[in-house]
């Protein structure tokens, strides 16, 4: 690879990304805890291009395209739901190097 020639290029798009991902255990959790499964419909209602059940259900997430759309969502949802925290968090550009996390 020619260093002085190398960009960064995005592997899909956010849209894309949605139509690909899925979380097989879902179905099982939203089961025993329809709750969650209102939560989700309701952050995709909210605007996120994608809302998952992250690993084996310790958080649910949507993504947003812009902050503001995030900022939006997190007030409209907080309204709905006011006994759940909604946080507002950034993807990495890169994986954190280990000298750098101390």
């Known amino acids: 690879?020619?260093?002085?020639?190398?960009?960064?290029?995005?592997?899909?798009?956010?849209?894309?990304?949605?139509?690909?991902?899925?979380?097989?255990?879902?179905?099982t959790i939203f089961a025993q805890y329809p709750v969650l499964g209102?939560?989700?419909?309701?952050?995709?209602?909210?605007g996120a291009?994608?809302?998952r059940l992250s690993g084996s259900g310790g958080t649910l997430f949507?993504?947003?395209?812009?902050?503001?759309?995030?900022?939006?969502?997190?007030h409209e949802l907080t309204k709905s739901w006011p006994h759940v925290q909604f946080?507002?968090?950034e993807t990495l550009d890169s994986q954190p190097q280990p000298s750098a996390l101390g």
Not at 18 to 26: G, I, K, R, V, Y
Request: hydrophobic share 35%.
């Open 1 to 27: 690879m020619n260093e002085s020639c190398y960009f960064s290029t995005p592997i899909c798009s956010l849209e894309e990304l949605a139509t690909l991902s899925c979380n097989d255990f879902e179905r």
């Open 38 to 46: 209102k939560i989700r419909k309701d952050i995709e209602a909210a």
């Open 87 to 89: 946080v507002i968090t």
């Open 49 to 51: 291009t994608v809302a």
């Open 62 to 74: 949507g993504l947003f395209s812009t902050e503001c759309e995030a900022h939006s969502a997190r």
